[in-house]
């Protein structure tokens, strides 16, 4: 089973098998290295107003650890993505400070934006695939436009589609994967700079229950090899099967957090 | 930031990885875009040939005036029907003025032989005209430049002088000439530019749209705006160096016609040749067709790159 294999290696694995070692350990290693002391994510008292005048976070403070695992659940509109867009700074606070590993991401010039987003990645529900690409060219992609030496493109290619079970489907093109197959290969290009840091919005939006669970089971795997991963979602089953920390946010505010949380509370 | 691989010769293949995939992203855009971007090379090729053919005429007259000062020289024309002794005084009246180093009798038949000479030997003059009308004339040499114009209006007051004429003066209508070319060639050059401009932008622009699925992509997996950036620069720089190298053509072409037909029929007129003209041209054209198509790029991916 493609699971079970990416399981053992996990995204810690890959880097312990990443070709050159040292020198070449990845980003990933380097910030766990130099940064034990930050949380992973910090938000202190954030405000997120938009310029339509929609106001979608609300004072929020909340902090994620490294190797947690965190579902962001709630009503659609009430601020879940633009939680995520304030960590990979597609937005900026209104007010408060949003910091990743002690970075103030809200105040980083925006030349430094691009490094920021290769040490973390995010997955999206509507996959974001280049259609005209092949599921490896897809992911080799994310190293290519950010300069990675040829010579090691194809290793740590091969390396993220192993984790994510989908080796032997590397050379189809996204129009010839199912649903859950596209999610995977997303999933893959977001690992492949080893960010410590996985975001996903509504990852299991577009699949039906069974292929959710599996991308969900994935998601977690991928957390236990050491990868931070916060997911937003609004899929009950899931979140209360996997009982793991559950932020829940409503208009604009953290309404309940809770370790082993259900969906709903009152647990 | 940790960036890895800092060893050269990843750092050297890093860089060649990009630079490849600029050049294969920016020629697969010049080429996508078929007709909008032939349309981008002709509005290109039209600007810089009203850059050119100016450059190349203003040249042209600046060759001839400076020919022409170099010639320290008066001409004093003499009256018709002088006497030999008066000849002779006129020799010696000139040849007291200051700065004056030789003087040089040219005879009325001399005259006519020299303007033969000059027109290339084509018709025999002296049988289509009854009489010679050239007048006899002293050619005075000078030793500088300035005094020119003291010589001239000296010798004009000679009673057996019919008429001075002196380089400066051809100079300076020359230089005018010149200047009003370039003049000429730089408004109508900047007002062609700006339309050019606005169709590389344009044509760029439709790139950028056809890849703004790649573009978010980028920006999210953390390719920096210049990276984003360059391919969109190389198709611009293509396009103008496209548009440059038809208007090279097209101008050193035209050129090498004009010098040809000025051969058969103004053989005395001093034109630069049309190497020289080649080598001073074209790398100028070409620099401003890609300056062209990189600031057309740059106007067209200026919105996207505000993250």
């Given amino acids: ?267 | 930031m940790a960036r890895e691989g800092a060893r050269p010769e990843r750092a050297r293949s890093r860089r060649a990885g990009a630079l490849r995939y600029f050049l294969a992203q920016g020629w697969q855009g010049f080429t996508r875009n078929g007709l909008m971007s032939l349309a981008a090379v002709v509005i290109t090729m039209v600007t810089l040939l009203a850059l050119g053919g100016a450059l190349v005429v203003a040249g042209a007259v600046g060759h001839v005036a400076r020919y022409v000062e170099q010639q320290v020289q008066v001409v004093v024309y003499l009256r018709d029907g002088l006497a030999p002794a008066a000849v002779e005084t006129v020799r010696a009246r000139l040849g007291r003025l200051p700065g004056v180093t030789g003087l040089e009798y040219v005879s009325k038949d001399e005259a006519l032989a020299r303007f033969q000479q000059s027109l290339g030997g084509h018709a025999e003059l002296r049988d289509l005209l009854s009489r010679n009308p050239l007048p006899a004339s002293f050619v005075v040499t000078v030793d500088r430049p300035d005094r020119l114009r003291g010589i001239a209006a000296d010798a004009s007051h000679l009673p057996q002088v019919e008429d001075v004429s002196y380089s400066a003066q051809t100079v300076q209508r020359l230089l005018a000439v010149t200047r009003a070319v370039r003049l000429f060639g730089a408004a109508l050059g900047g007002a062609l530019a700006l339309v050019a401009l606005v169709i590389i932008a344009s044509t760029i622009r439709v790139t950028v749209f056809a890849r703004r699925a790649e573009i978010e992509v980028m920006r999210l997996v953390g390719a920096t705006a210049w990276f984003i950036r360059w391919p969109f620069i190389v198709e611009g720089a293509i396009t103008g160096a496209c548009g440059a190298a038809a208007a090279v053509l097209l101008v050193l072409a035209a050129y090498a016609l004009v010098v040809h037909g000025a051969q058969g029929t103004l053989p005395f007129l001093p034109l630069p040749a049309p190497e020289q003209v080649a080598l001073d041209v074209s790398w100028k054209l070409v620099v401003w067709g890609i300056v062209l198509g990189v600031a057309g790029s740059l106007l067209a991916v200026r919105r996207y790159l505000h993250v």
Avoid: C
């Fill in chain 1, 1 to 267: 089973m493609p699971l079970e294999t990416g399981g053992d290696r996990g995204a810690g694995g890959v880097e312990q098998r990443g070709g050159a070692p040292a020198a070449a350990g990845g980003v990933a290693d380097q910030v766990r290295r130099a940064a034990p002391a930050f949380p992973m994510v910090e938000f202190d008292r954030v405000t997120k107003a938009y310029p339509t005048g929609v106001v979608a976070l609300r004072d929020v403070t909340l902090r994620i650890e490294p190797q947690e695992f965190v579902f962001v659940v709630g009503p659609t509109g009430t601020g879940k993505s633009t939680l995520l867009k304030l960590i990979y700074r597609e937005e900026a606070p209104t007010s408060g400070r949003v910091l990743v590993r002690g970075q103030d991401v809200g105040r980083m010039p925006i030349r430094q934006v691009p490094f920021l987003r290769r040490q973390l990645g995010v997955v999206f529900q509507d996959f974001r695939l280049l259609p005209r690409k092949t599921a490896r060219e897809n992911v080799a992609f994310a190293l290519e436009v950010t300069g990675t030496p040829p010579a090691l493109v194809d290793g740590r290619v091969r390396e993220v589609l192993d984790v994510v079970g989908l080796a032997a489907r590397a050379d189809a093109l996204p129009g010839e994967l199912s649903a859950g197959e596209q999610q995977r290969v997303s999933i893959a290009r977001a690992l492949v700079h080893r960010p410590p840091l996985l975001l996903a919005d509504e990852p299991t939006g577009n699949l039906d229950p069974d292929t959710s669970w599996e991308i969900v089971q994935l998601l977690s795997q991928i957390n236990r090899a050491g990868t931070t991963v916060v997911v937003t979602t609004h899929d009950k089953t899931i979140v209360d099967i996997l009982r793991r920390r559950v932020i829940a946010i409503d208009g604009g505010a953290v309404v309940r957090d809770e370790q082993r949380g259900l969906y709903a509370g009152g647990a």
